[in-house]
């Protein structure tokens, strides 16, 4: 029987990426959503993998939501924990919203769907677990201390988690990507995006398939020896 995958943020960019490596990989796949309702289901129809729609800065929402796909699909097995938002300003002018929602959103919902899957893993003795940081997490970045922060966080939320399941066959470990291009990415002006991409030693940006490769070396039954680590894919923009 297929292994059960849950990837957050699984209908766009990275998080879509992902999946359908992971669908092609042989996995059972269910891809997670926050409200485009209209892309999620362009994307089951493209693609033939389930989406479900619930927030993952929701502690009972995750709960309620993994439950779901347990019903539907079977025990989740591989998680993948890609979802995230920037809300980018300067410290001086942030709000709290805004620090809060990319705390929540991006830090916090590790924490969510880790807790909603962890004791089925420990019980199974079996369980992949990646969070996806950033190099904006490993080097910071100006007008991003919500976003750096929050993703430096799951560098150290990686290590510590990884400690406690690795006993238990679960091994915990993160991709770091540097600028992709994602719709995100892509919306940056011109201008800016052309000076980004001369700090890159590869002179390009990345592309989701290479986080999404990343993500099935670290998932496979036989990476079973790798865990605490954080895997860099940027292109050698920042070699931490």
Known sequence: MARVALVTGGTRGIGE??????????YTVAANYAGNDKAAEAFTQATGIHAYKFDVSDY?????????IEQDLGPVDVLINNAGITRDATMHKMSF??????????????????HAVINGMRERGFGRIVNVGSVNGQA????QVNYAAAKSGIHGFTKALAKEGAAKGITVNAVAPGYVST??????????LAKIIKTIPVGRLGEPEDIARSVLFLVADEASFITGSTLSVNGGQHMY
């Open 183 to 192: 719709d995100m990415v892509r919306a940056v002006p011109e201008d800016v």
């Open 17 to 26: 990426a992902i999946s359908l490596a992971l669908k092609e990989a042989g």
């Open 60 to 68: 009972e929402a995750v709960a309620a939501g993994i439950q779901q």
């Open 140 to 143: 910071g970045q100006y007008g």
């Open 97 to 114: 919203e805004n620090w809060d929602k990319v705390i929540q959103t991006n830090l916090a919902s590790c924490f969510n769907t880790c």
